[in-house]
T-cell receptor, first 113, second 111 residues
Framework: ETGVTQTPRHLVMGMTNKKSLKCEQHLGHNAMYWYKQSAKKPLELMFVYNFKEQTENNSVPSRFSPECPNSSHLFLHLHTLQPEDSALYLC????????????FGPGTRLLVL | TQLLEQSPQFLSIQEGENLTVYCNSSSVFSSLQWYRQEPGEGPVLLVTVVTGGEVKKLKRLTFQFGDARKDSSLHITAAQPGDTGLYLCAGAYGSARQLTFGSGTQLTVLP
């Protein structure tokens, strides 16, 4: 296993379902991020975890609930989503420091019906 | 809020041509990254530039960070169809070194 992995790669869910996205990083980093990428919009930062502590929540609706049990794993729990939540959800990790380079996973393509 | 404006938004060129993509802001960044993203995949890091005026080369790609660390450019020489993709710039700011992303440049290189 290398880099940043995400599962599932594709997810279709109804508005009443509950699902979770999983991210795992194998780079020894101490920060992890969730981003949302919608068509024709810049990447939107959703959540930031530094050393397992949430340090940023960019006004994300409560139907998105992150969880970071340790520095290698990050989850995004989804419930009662809306069709406009359909997007590519990207996880990234970094080693907090001067360069701030983030490494991304392949993403989960989410479709809410 | 730090904003990054990327231009052009779309670019379609013939194989062998040169091109430049620009990333501009009124904010100062501690570093700037360039990524390339394929459809349905996550962005893949191309380069990180840290010092004002820095120039980095990656084969046919040349990256420059502005002297004031507010802007950057990506120049591709003799573009190839394999260069097709979405190019994203991202500037790091704040003590937590968070990233703000440009809206991307969709490049298509025609054979």
């Amino acid at each position: 296993e290398t880099g940043v992995t995400q599962t599932p790669r594709h997810l279709v869910m109804g508005m009443t379902n509950k699902k979770s996205l999983k991210c795992e990083q194998h780079l020894g980093h101490n920060a992890m991020y969730w981003y949302k990428q919608s068509a024709k919009k810049p990447l939107e930062l959703m959540f930031v975890y530094n050393f397992k502590e949430q340090t940023e929540n960019n006004s994300v609706p409560s139907r998105f609930s992150p969880e970071c049990p340790n520095s290698s794993h990050l989850f995004l729990h989804l419930h009662t989503l809306q069709p406009e939540d359909s997007a590519l959800y990207l996880c990234a990790s970094s080693q907090v420091g001067r360069e701030a380079t983030q490494y991304f996973g392949p993403g989960t393509r989410l479709l809410v019906l | 809020t730090q904003l990054l404006e990327q231009s052009p938004q779309f670019l379609s060129i013939q194989e062998g041509e040169n091109l430049t993509v620009y990333c501009n802001s009124s904010s100062v960044f501690s570093s700037l990254q360039w990524y390339r993203q394929e459809p349905g995949e996550g962005p893949v890091l191309l380069v990180t530039v840290v010092t004002g005026g820095e120039v980095k080369k990656l084969k046919r790609l040349t990256f420059q960070f502005g002297d004031a660390r507010k802007d950057s450019s990506l120049h591709i020489t003799a573009a190839q169809p394999g260069d097709t993709g979405l190019y994203l710039c991202a500037g790091a700011y704040g003590s937590a070194r968070q990233l703000t992303f440009g809206s991307g440049t969709q490049l298509t290189v025609l054979p």
